[in-house]
């Protein structure tokens, strides 16, 4: 057994979501990871956490037109559109390649109607491989006039309950941060039987070209993610914590070891790094390995004992 492999063992580490157990509070997160297997080639998937496959849908989607991208102050605007290659394609040319890797693996799934994340749940609980579900619920409800599940407390218990029924794997729901009270949110996520609620997705965000004098995205407006939103995630997180009984995932501009020790004050019992893939690869096993020196420096014998701290 190597020296990494041993500190990727250590019960120090260990964190628990829901029916989850993960060796290293650590994850990638969705839409900044691939599928996963993107980036077996730059490391041993099983040196981390677990990782959120980018979001998944019941039909191929061919994404939102270019650019697609745009770098701004500490963070980054995508409008990729939710491209994905669909359930079918997914089960049939993704999930065999992840069949041998030693990590939890969470698929993030989306729909326009609620009936699709209910299809979407029957299909993926039957892959022993996929440890759990993560459900997008910042999308716009065709059948409610567009508007998104994600802002009505009811609608999100309602769906949450409906994609309950249909899994036994661990169900966590991303909520968006474009809500009047996300804690309302959170707590009908909880009511709706999930086991943990991702906090947060992305913030709407623009730029424009001043040579041009148009929106640089091809779709005009996109999602703001990187170290720009972790202040204002972060507050979501610590306003969450104690008003729900189910573990919060920070999600929101980690690229270092002490923005994980900051969102586990906070109240996040695990984290996911997104943007900071982007900008390198191996950020994730990176940052392991400083939460691990980070605990043993501090003389903190267990991760899981700073969750909520910031409260004492």
Same mark, same amino acid.
């Given at each position: ?11 120090? %580490? ?29 490391? =041993?998937?099983?040196?981390? &956490? ?5 979001? %998944? =849908? ?11 991208? @745009? ?23 993704? +999930?065999?390649?992840?069949? *041998?890797?030693? #990590? @939890? ?62 899994? *036994? @794997?661990?169900?966590?729901? @991303? ?16 009511? &709706? ?24 995205? &091809? ?13 204002? #995630? ?11 009984? +189910? ?21 996040? =019992?695990?984290?996911?790094? &997104? ?8 950020? #994730? ?28």
């Amino acid at each position: 057994m190597g020296k990494d492999e041993q500190y990727m063992n250590k019960k120090s %580490l260990q964190v628990k979501i829901g029916k989850l157990t993960l060796k290293n509070p650590v994850m990638g997160a969705s839409g900044t990871f691939g599928y996963g297997v993107e980036y077996k080639k730059f490391f =041993s998937l099983g040196d981390i &956490g677990g990782f959120v496959t980018k979001g %998944l =849908s019941i039909e191929p989607r061919k994404g939102n037109p270019g650019p697609r991208i @745009k770098e701004t102050p500490c963070g980054l605007i995508n409008s990729i559109g939710l491209e994905n290659i669909g359930v079918d394609a997914f089960l049939g040319s993704v +999930i065999p390649q992840l069949r *041998d890797i030693d #990590t @939890k693996i969470i698929v993030n799934i989306f729909g326009t109607e609620m009936e699709e994340y209910v299809e979407l749940a029957r299909r993926l609980n039957k892959l022993k491989r996929i440890d759990g579900l993560e459900m997008n619920i910042s999308c716009p409800n065709v059948k409610a006039g567009g508007a998104e599940f994600g802002k009505d407390p009811l609608v999100v218990q309602t769906i949450t309950r409906k994609v309950r029924d249909e899994t *036994d @794997k661990a169900l966590i729901v @991303k909520l968006s941060p474009m809500v009047t009270s996300i804690i309302d949110i959170a707590i009908s996520a909880q009511r &709706g039987g999930a086991d943990a609620v991702s906090i947060a997705n992305t913030y709407p965000a623009m730029a424009i070209d001043i040579k041009s004098g148009a929106p640089f995205l &091809g779709a005009k407006s996109g999602g703001l993610s990187g170290p720009a939103i972790k202040p204002v #995630t972060l507050k979501l997180v610590y306003d969450t914590y104690g008003r729900i009984d +189910i573990p919060i995932i920070g999600v929101g501009g980690i690229s270092t070891v002490e923005d994980i020790i900051e969102y586990a004050l906070a109240g996040a =019992s695990a984290v996911q790094a &997104g943007t900071a893939n982007f900008i390198n690869p191996c950020a #994730t096993p990176q940052l392991v390995k400083q939460l691990d020196k980070y605990l043993s420096d501090a003389g903190i014998q267990q991760f899981k004992s700073l969750i909520g701290s910031a409260f004492r």
